[in-house]
Nanobody
Framework: QVQVVESGGGLVQPGGSLRLSCACS????????MAWYRQPPGKQRELVAT???????NYADSVKGRFTISRDNAKNTVYLQMNSLKPEDTGVYYC????????WGQGTQVTVSS
């Protein structure tokens, strides 16, 4: 079973940038389409971005043009580069397979505030 550990969150001012990482255990990682999700305060978890095993990407409308998802199969890691951050990007960010088949990790907190 692939396990995931998210990192890279923090407090950033509006307009700033952060790069999140998701380290995945197991050898099946490279076969999975992966995704980043987030859960804003008081709201349900939502899909942010997906990346297929071949590297094709898709984004929620709210983050298009600002966020970039990528993966390094040699390192079993998925990344989320977040630029031009807004207060509404605040939340706990999680990674999982695109079909959510993996156990959820602890997530990493992102707070965008002045």
């Amino acid at each position: 079973q692939v396990q995931v550990v998210e990192s890279g969150g923090g407090l950033v001012q509006p307009g700033g940038s952060l790069r999140l990482s998701c380290a995945c255990s197991g050898t099946a990682f490279r076969f999975y389409a992966m995704a980043w999700y987030r859960q804003p305060p008081g709201k349900q978890r939502e899909l942010v971005a997906t990346i297929t095993s071949g590297g094709s990407t898709n984004y929620a409308d709210s983050v298009k043009g600002r966020f970039t998802i990528s993966r390094d199969n040699a390192k079993n890691t998925v990344y989320l580069q977040m630029n031009s951050l807004k207060p509404e990007d605040t939340g706990v960010y999680y990674c999982n397979a695109a079909d959510q088949r993996l156990n959820w990790g602890q997530g990493t907190q992102v707070t965008v505030s002045s």
